[in-house]
């Protein structure tokens, strides 16, 4: 059974950093593109970065320069390190793994950025 766990989220000041993880288990996760997406109310759920198996990264427009996506296949775990951060990133903020059109889903940490 697959599972893939987010931590990190929380109340942080505009400008302020946090650091999500997500832990995955049941899963070869070396082989696994990993990426982040999040959901703010009301909205879709978009894309915010992605990793592949290979460490190539790509960005969102509007993290770019703020967030990065990292990985560590040794602990099954991805982050994403989120800097200068503004309201507009309030959301649900969620881990994905995907390999050859499959693909798993954690349950999400809610991220709030308010004064």
């Known amino acids: 059974q697959v599972h893939l766990v987010e931590s990190g989220g929380g109340l942080v000041q505009p400008g302020g950093s946090l650091t999500l993880s997500c832990v995955a288990s049941?899963?070869?996760?070396?082989?696994?593109?990993m990426a982040w997406y999040h959901q703010a109310p009301g909205k879709q759920r978009e894309l915010v970065a992605v990793?592949?198996?290979?460490?190539?990264?790509n960005y969102a427009d509007s993290v770019k320069g703020r967030f990065t996506v990292s990985r560590d296949n040794a602990k099954d775990t991805v982050y994403l390190q989120m800097n200068s951060l503004k309201p507009e990133d309030t959301a649900v903020y969620y881990c994905?793994?995907?390999?050859?059109?499959?693909?798993?889903w954690g349950q999400g940490t809610q991220v709030i950025v308010s004064s």
């Open positions: 994905n793994a995907e390999r050859a059109a499959r693909e798993y």
């Open positions: 049941g899963i070869i996760f070396g082989i696994y593109s």
């Open positions: 990793i592949t198996s290979g460490g190539s990264t």
